[in-house]
């Protein structure tokens, strides 16, 4: 599911910030107490929301920003990124001018005050969210470059969806709250979902959104990242 929201500037808008997040689970599997449905909530319910949330934000703004924006939910995530890989590969116009992917993947959870937002030091995407943060404390976040709670993945860069953006040479940011019991498990369920912290992270997305596409200049990779993370040709 793509939609798109065009831009005001007359050269700008033929460039796009992209927000994705997977918006399938695991279906069903052996009933537990009589309930076989894996509900996915925090993966990637969560994530799927803030992308609808910051959609319906952009959307409202009495006047459009100067870059037009994507919104891609996509399936296939569990399925080796399917869903994703065929964005990239088939873009509503030339991927050349995605100039950013802004990818939300388990948000809903674990710490209060503190979400990975993978890619910081990647691009100077990270000067954005620190900016942000920095002149927004009402939104009580620290963003850090990795998570440490159990079980977590060693390599987040191709944990989601933003690696097919990666491999296009599409600078990134992945927002992210770390790993938990339920993942992957029945239990994944919405009371467990901590709304309020997946509001801030939604509006920290939507305003970083909001710079990226404002800036006379698209974001730029940093050259050691781009080296090691985007496959040469």
Known sequence: ?????????????????????????????????????????????????????????????????????????????????????FFADHPPGPVSAIVANLNADMVGRNWTDTVVVL?????????????????????GLAAVDSSTRPNESRDLYTWSDHISFIHKGIPFLYFYSGMHADYHRRSDSGEKIDFEKLARISRLMFSVGVDIANADCRPQWNAESYRRLVPRP
């Open 1 to 85: 599911m793509v939609a798109i929201l065009e831009g005001s500037d007359p050269t700008l808008r033929h460039e796009y910030v992209v927000y994705s997040a997977h918006y399938d689970h695991l279906g069903i599997g052996p009933p537990i107490d009589g309930d076989s449905i894996w509900n996915g909530a925090d993966d990637n319910a969560s994530g799927t929301a803030a992308v609808l949330a910051v959609a319906e934000a952009f959307a409202q703004l009495p006047a459009r920003l100067r870059r037009s924006m994507i919104f891609a939910l996509v399936s296939a995530e569990e399925i080796l990124g399917l869903g994703s890989r």
């Open 119 to 139: 890619g910081r030091r990647d691009s100077d995407l990270g000067m954005i969210v620190d900016r942000i943060l920095s002149s927004h404390p009402e939104l």
